[in-house]
């Protein structure tokens, strides 16, 4: 233990270091707090030094700071909402500058930067690129994210809120919003997304009947049944649930 830096008896917001609890798996010094709730946790010394830890998990993380018409990329902080991610980090009401009055983005995923826009910064990207590609690329279902092409596929999804979220890749859409469902940033949770929507979709192909809402969200659109006869289109399914 000798070298590192006894932070015995020191205070970091709620939490008061009681003793020395070893290394973690990348060898940094971890300590055992006491919370001032009556709680313990066992914390590195990086995350008491740089505040990311203040608590037991008592107070939720970045509860209370205040982002008010703060932006960040295209993002206008406006207000903060009752619900949490998965850290416990609070979730804000932003406004993009594309025109979209209601995104919600946890405050952690806003000041780290990994998320920037309510998704159009992607769909912008899409749209410089497909006049690039060859006519056989645009054809190609992998191109199907981008709105010329004639397999993209439109998805309107309702929130818990009644809020609308249109996009045309649902898998770009969910790598940008995992934490409207309480999920870490990324592919894996985007897959779980993805694949929430898809049973839903299934209901009104007929193939299932026991799926009404993903996590309190619904469909009003959303791609239809390929046709196997027409290649040149694809029929759009337009669905309200009122389950």
């Not at 000798?2 to 940094?28: C, I, N």
């Not at 009401?93 to 806003?110: A, H, I, M, Q």
């Not at 826009?117 to 912008?124: I, P, R, V, Y």
Request: some cysteine.
């Amino acid at each position: 233990m000798a070298r590192y830096k006894d932070l015995s008896k020191q205070a970091f917001g709620k939490l008061t270091v009681r003793e020395y609890a070893g290394t973690d798996k990348f060898g940094a010094s971890l300590w055992l707090c006491d919370c001032k709730c009556g709680g313990t946790k066992i914390v590195s010394a990086k995350n008491l030094k740089n505040g990311y830890t203040k608590s037991c998990g008592c107070i939720p993380s970045n509860e209370g700071i205040d982002i008010t018409d703060k932006e960040f990329g295209r993002l206008k902080a406006i207000r903060p909402t009752d619900k949490r991610d998965g850290h416990g980090s609070v979730i804000w009401e932003c406004k993009c500058s594309c025109g979209n009055p209601k995104v919600y983005v946890s405050v952690r995923n806003l000041i780290s930067g990994n998320v920037t826009s309510c998704g159009c910064k992607k769909t912008e990207a899409g749209k410089k690129i497909q006049p690039k590609a060859t006519e056989g690329a645009k054809k190609s279902l992998k191109s199907g994210r981008f709105e010329t092409n004639i397999n993209a596929k439109h998805w309107v999804l309702i929130a818990p809120d009644g809020t609308k979220h249109t996009c045309v890749n649902l898998s770009l859409w969910a790598r940008a919003h995992t934490d409207l469902f309480g999920l870490e940033p990324g592919d894996k949770s985007a897959k779980k997304i993805v694949h929430g929507f898809t049973n839903l979709a299934q209901t009104f192909y007929d193939t299932r009947s026991d799926v009404y809402s993903y996590k309190g969200w619904r469909i009003e659109e959303a791609p239809g049944k390929p046709d196997k006869k027409t290649k040149d289109s694809e029929e759009i399914l337009k669905i309200s649930i009122d389950k």
